[in-house]
């Protein structure tokens, strides 16, 4: 008798599975086709002694360099961000996310240069850029960016993103993939109300659900990647998504589960709903987005946090230096 995949091979069958680390030997272990970081995984990861060598050799390589003081700085987070990710996709088969400077999240044209920039190292190093997804906040600036970065070839993952508005700005942007934060969104209600959700009732499933069959109903070819999960509940419960990100705590948990799961997001099905289209410019963007106190609370909170860790990345390399 044939022994039950795991969870994770089960939910592999409906959905393309993201690592959501920049940790190389959890990578190893799952085996997931993508790998996405943030400025809050690098900030960890350096810290550890087994990627201390990243962080050293950067340093060493940018010291000839006739930078200085901050931009010599930012110059070394670039060169980090690309060393991660170049490891990183020795390991997976398909893409790496980095992410830009989150403090440059309404800028359009700071963010759309800092792509540029990221793209160029990456394909200086022999990467393609088909093999790069170039990360954003999804504010209106960050879908105008990653706009004119699209039309150039440079794919785009747009980030910290929490209601449908955002979503509607990227899909008609032409983004390539977006990652709606579904565990942040728990968070926010649960800390509000005082409730504990699961399954189909968890407001950031919810979300998601909402944002997907929206897409599938207009025929976008913007990817859903459903991210910042809680618990293994709530990626059971978004089986089917695009793709789904997930850390390696509960990739872990999926791996030594033997738990059935069925399919819970059909595009077919999707594009069934009665949804109505939403004809979005920046007025009705900001309105929208103003009136959900959730995700403006959330946006705000996710770019100042990702703010934050990149100023703490900042002080491990000026000791460095």
Not at 55 to 63: E, G, H, P, Q, S
Not at 138 to 145: F, Y
Not at 224 to 240: C, K, P, Y
Not at 297 to 319: H, M, S, T, Y
């Amino acid at each position: 008798m044939s022994q039950q995949p795991s969870t994770l091979e089960q939910l592999r069958r409906f959905t393309t599975v993201v690592a959501d680390t920049g940790d190389f030997e959890s990578i190893r272990k799952y085996a997931p086709q993508d790998a996405t970081t943030n400025p809050t995984l690098i900030f960890k990861a350096v810290q550890q002694a087994e990627y201390k060598h990243l962080l050293d050799k950067v340093v060493a390589d940018n010291r000839g360099s006739s930078l200085a003081g901050e931009t010599l700085v930012r110059a070394i987070i670039d060169d980090l961000l690309i060393a991660f990710g170049r490891e990183i996709l020795t390991i997976v088969p398909g893409r790496v996310s980095t992410e830009v400077d989150a403090r440059l999240s309404f800028d359009v044209d700071a963010t759309v240069k800092k792509a540029r920039y990221l793209i160029s190292l990456y394909e200086k190093s022999g990467i393609p850029r088909e093999r790069i997804l170039i990360k954003i906040a999804s504010t209106w600036e960050g879908a105008r960016a990653a706009e004119t970065c699209q039309k150039e070839g440079i794919n785009c993952n747009l980030t910290l993103l929490f209601s449908l508005p955002q979503a509607i700005a990227c899909a008609d942007a032409g983004v390539r993939l977006i990652s709606p934060f579904v565990g942040r969104i728990y968070d926010y209600y649960k800390t509000a109300t005082g409730k504990e959700y699961s399954g189909d009732g968890d407001p950031g499933v919810q979300s998601v659900e909402k944002i997907y069959t929206y897409y599938k109903k207009f025929g976008y070819k913007t990817q859903v990647m459903g991210a910042s999960f809680r618990n293994t509940g709530q990626i059971e419960s978004l089986a089917g998504c695009d793709l789904l990100t997930i850390s390696p705590d509960l990739l872990e948990e999926l791996q030594n589960s033997q738990k059935e799961i069925a399919r819970k997001l059909d595009p077919v099905a999707a594009s069934g709903d009665l949804v109505d289209r939403i004809s979005l410019d920046e007025k009705l963007f900001r309105w929208m987005l103003n009136e959900d106190a959730m995700a403006t609370d959330k946006l705000a909170e996710g770019i100042r946090k990702f703010a934050a860790d990149i100023v703490k990345l900042e002080g491990i390399v000026q000791k460095s230096l």
